[in-house]
């Protein structure tokens, strides 16, 4: 049988790129962090731990950004992962008819562009004259109107049900890939010994479906931790900063010309993001192997 080892030579241009294009950018990123780096000069000091005092002390609230930031990213690790099981396990053993039609429905979202769904619902949720509230007050249901995006308590949960709507089906896709791939054999089983459809859950179908469950966690977490363009298209970190996120505080700073601040805080988000991330697959292995 013939060695299929491809020569290392062949992953030199690829290894090139990846550290040309990242891993040095974040070297210099960690560096400049430290520094007093801005746009309003070409000189450059070290500062130590000064931007980091800054963002945990300053009056502009980096560690609401913070906040928000995990309260959105938990809501929506939350909300996705709930809905997307209860869909993928209707689209697989519940629905029999079109249920492919229904699937690629379902999926639709995550194929459109963020900044179209931003804008169309943008316009759904206009307090005065949004597609929601109008039809909310045509059938008498006028104490459920809300501001829905200008209100300090209802703009971050709508932010957050609008990326759930946009996100659920991308999710639901890859645990029906997990579902289909459970033996049928263990459901059959357990009917013979008469398991009802709940202990079928929580015995069968969760306990396989753990190793999946681990992989969309930690892309809603990345991703939840780092969102940006939703917030910016649909509030602008508004009303006030009740919807600021790290990722629109670092565009606000680097659009200012505070550099360093900036590069400060995206490094902050960039070692809690290794560290949930670590947390999280340890943590679900764990259950997996229980």
């Known amino acids: 049988m013939k060695d299929r080892t491809y020569p290392f030579y062949f992953v030199i241009v690829a290894l090139l790129l990846y550290g040309v294009f990242f891993v040095l950018p974040s070297i210099m990123g960690f560096y400049y962090a430290f520094t007093d780096w801005n746009s309003y000069t070409t000189e450059i000091n070290w500062v130590g731990f000064d931007n980091f005092t800054t963002i945990f002390t300053s009056t502009k609230s980096y560690v609401s950004y913070i906040r928000n930031t995990v309260v959105f990213t938990v809501s929506t690790i939350f909300l996705k992962t709930v809905l997307a099981l209860g869909m993928a396990i209707l689209l697989t053993d519940g629905v029999r008819r079109f249920r492919n039609f229904y699937r690629a429905i379902m999926y639709l979202p995550a194929v459109l562009p963020v900044l179209v769904i931003s804008l169309i619902f943008k316009s759904i949720l206009n307090p ?163």
Request: aromatic residues 10%; hydrophobic residues 50%; neutral net charge.
């Open 128 to 290: 005065a004259t949004g597609l929601l509230n109008t039809a909310l007050r045509g059938v008498g249901l006028d104490f459920l109107a809300q501001k829905w995006l200008v209100d300090l308590n209802w703009a971050l949960p709508s932010v957050i049900g609008v990326d759930t709507w946009r996100g659920v089906g991308y999710i639901m896709v890859i645990l029906i890939a997990g579902l289909q791939a459970i033996p049928r054999e263990y459901y059959e089983a357990a009917a013979i010994d008469g398991a009802n459809k709940w202990q079928t859950f929580v015995r069968i179908t969760l306990p396989l479906l753990m190793p999946v469950l681990t992989v969309t966690t930690v892309l809603n977490l990345l991703y939840g931790l780092k969102v940006f363009d939703i917030v910016y298209v649909l509030t602008n970190g508004g009303p006030g900063r009740a919807t600021e996120t790290v990722y629109t505080a670092v565009f606000q700073d680097f659009s200012k010309g505070r550099d360093g601040i900036a590069t400060a805080l995206s490094t902050v988000l960039f070692l809690v993001m290794i560290v949930l991330g670590y947390l999280v697959i340890r943590l679900m292995h764990r259950e997996e192997v229980e």
